[in-house]
T-cell receptor, first 114, second 111 residues
Framework: ETGVTQSPTHLIKTRGQQVTLRCSSQ?????VSWYQQALGQGPQFIFQ???????GRGNFPPRFSGLQFPNYSSELNVNALELDDSALYLC?????????????FGPGTRLTVT | AQRVTQPEKLLSVFKGAPVELKCNYS??????LFWYVQYSRQRLQLLLR??SRESIKGFTADLNKGETSFHLKKPFAQEEDSAMYYC?????????????FGKGTLLTVNP
């Protein structure tokens, strides 16, 4: 069984640029949730995708968008990057939307915006 | 608005001592509470959830609705318990899909 993987591991972008982060869900999982973890903070929910549809969203502006593909892998896109977008981005996959299904987290992508 | 507060950023105990990591929450309905743990160089993982009422690795947590708390306890800490611990909350029903995390407590168990 393959665990959740994320790419890239880390990257550096300039303010105003756009970035795409990728997440491969664990085998058999159809749900992916994305979280942003700023330094010294707990993870903050961005949105969740279930069977290629957005299932729910946290308090993030529209420049944070996502996709889920037929194989249930997912992308997080951030447009017009701001310095405050610098954070660790985590994805978690599960076999259902409700939290009765355990979420399995990936190792994260460290984004630095300069 | 839902909120999770972990008042201690750092907690240091000696091996064999009892440990309690505090968690308080604010939520208008009936929440589900979780503890997540992140060991050094490992991924964030679920430790336990209040609805399961189970003890994992010797840890227990009781939901106290009157005090809106969900403290994590272990009677005898071990060095391998050293890790970052996050308390998290979710709503029930239609909102039971997203977690609200606290800022975390870094537990160090000294030999």
């Amino acid at each position: 069984e393959t665990g959740v993987t994320q790419s890239p591991t880390h990257l550096i972008k300039t303010r105003g640029q756009q970035v795409t982060l990728r997440c491969s869900s664990q085998s058999g999982h159809n749900t992916v949730s994305w979280y942003q973890q700023a330094l010294g903070q707990g993870p903050q929910f961005i949105f969740q995708y279930y069977r290629e549809e957005e299932n729910g969203r946290g308090n993030f502006p529209p420049r944070f968008s996502g996709l889920q593909f037929p194989n249930y892998s997912s992308e997080l896109n951030v447009n017009a990057l701001e310095l405050d977008d610098s954070a660790l981005y985590l994805c978690a996959s599960s076999s259902g939307t409700a939290l009765s299904y355990e979420q399995y987290f990936g190792p994260g992508t460290r984004l630095t915006v300069t | 608005a839902q909120r999770v507060t972990q008042p201690e950023k750092l907690l240091s105990v000696f091996k064999g001592a009892p440990v309690e990591l505090k968690c308080n929450y604010s939520y208008s309905g009936s929440p589900e509470l979780f503890w997540y743990v992140q060991y050094s160089r490992q991924r964030l993982q679920l430790l336990l959830r209040h609805i399961s009422r189970e003890s994992i690795k010797g840890f227990t947590a009781d939901l106290n609705k009157g005090e809106t708390s969900f403290h994590l306890k272990k009677p005898f800490a071990q060095e391998e318990d050293s890790a970052m611990y996050y308390c998290a909350l979710s709503g029930r029903g239609g909102s039971n899909y997203k977690l609200t995390f606290g800022k975390g407590t870094l537990l160090t168990v000294n030999p």
